[in-house]
């Protein structure tokens, strides 16, 4: 596991990989903090779960950190580095996960029907960033770096929306061990549908910001969110629990939600997004 602080001594270097998708550099040089990164995948690939590589039988790649004091820094390409000047004589660098800074439309690998009156539970995969703040200075927040890149949409009408960023995940209704990766997060959705009609579940709009996540055994979870339908277009009620899933009862917690608000919020999360669902022009 990577997440955890990490002291360096002048001309340290750490590499940190994360999933075998990430690998993030971390190098003091006397009084500053260098910071750089490289990914392994192309892009598209590395966010949908049905072109993971992933074998259900094969066993899953883990996080690694290699303590390299004799890293030579002109391994890594110099335009990628970031020299970070900080207040602390001796920062300790902090690296935890976090829930990237928009909310996530998540297309489900089949489409779903709710009945008026029933309710279902649903996982969800949603890929972390990599956050890194000095721990000796109060966590100054220093970046984040997403796991993988990520691909934007419109979620809403040409009127009212607003930007997402999309991907394409299998919403189950359990647990799949052959499916755990370190890099993404099991995010429980309990649905409600309080309408008179069937609920049409294509996409729907996690808002992340209101998550936390935790850890237990390797593996990252968010607290549990309740989204109650009351039809049509109207908005859903939401609200987050702010404690580890029943399956990862006992679970540490990593990183605070963006948004600590954790009931009486209503926001849009069923809407058919536009025609034109990429939109990496943002």
């Not at 963006?258 to 919020?265: D, V």
Request: proline share 6%; charged share 30%.
């Amino acid at each position: 596991m990577i997440w955890g602080d990490y002291p360096l001594e002048i001309d340290e270097v750490k590499s940190l990989s994360l999933d075998d998708v990430l690998n993030v550099h971390l190098r003091r040089n006397e009084s500053e903090i260098w910071l750089a990164f490289d990914r392994n995948r192309e892009p598209q690939l590395s966010i949908n779960d049905e072109d993971d590589g992933e074998d259900a039988g094969s066993e899953q790649s883990a996080e690694k950190v290699f303590d390299n004091t004799d890293y030579d820094v002109h391994t890594v390409e110099e335009h990628k580095w970031t020299r970070w000047r900080l207040r602390s004589k001796k920062p300790v660098l902090n690296v935890a996960p976090a829930f990237p800074n928009l909310p996530f439309v998540v297309h489900p690998e089949h489409n779903y029907q709710l009945a008026p009156g029933a309710e279902t539970r649903l996982f969800m995969r949603i890929p972390v960033a990599v956050a890194i703040s000095d721990q000796s200075d109060n966590n100054l927040k220093l970046t984040e770096i997403n796991s993988v890149e990520m691909v934007k949409t419109w979620f809403g009408t040409f009127e009212s929306g607003e930007v997402c960023y999309w991907v394409k995940t299998v919403a189950s209704l359990k647990v799949r061990p052959e499916m755990v990766r370190a890099h993404r997060c099991y995010c429980p959705v309990l649905i409600k549908n309080e309408s008179e009609d069937f609920l049409h579940i294509d996409k729907i709009c996690l808002r992340v910001e209101r998550l936390s996540i935790f850890e237990q055994d390797g593996m990252l979870w968010s607290d549990q969110m309740t989204v109650v339908h009351k039809g049509g277009d109207s908005l859903s009620d939401l609200s987050v629990e702010g404690k580890p899933p029943a399956e990862a009862a006992g679970a540490k917690l990593l990183a605070r939600p963006r948004n600590p608000a954790r009931k009486g919020f209503a926001l849009r999360t069923f809407r058919a997004l536009n025609p034109m669902p990429m939109l990496n022009a943002f």
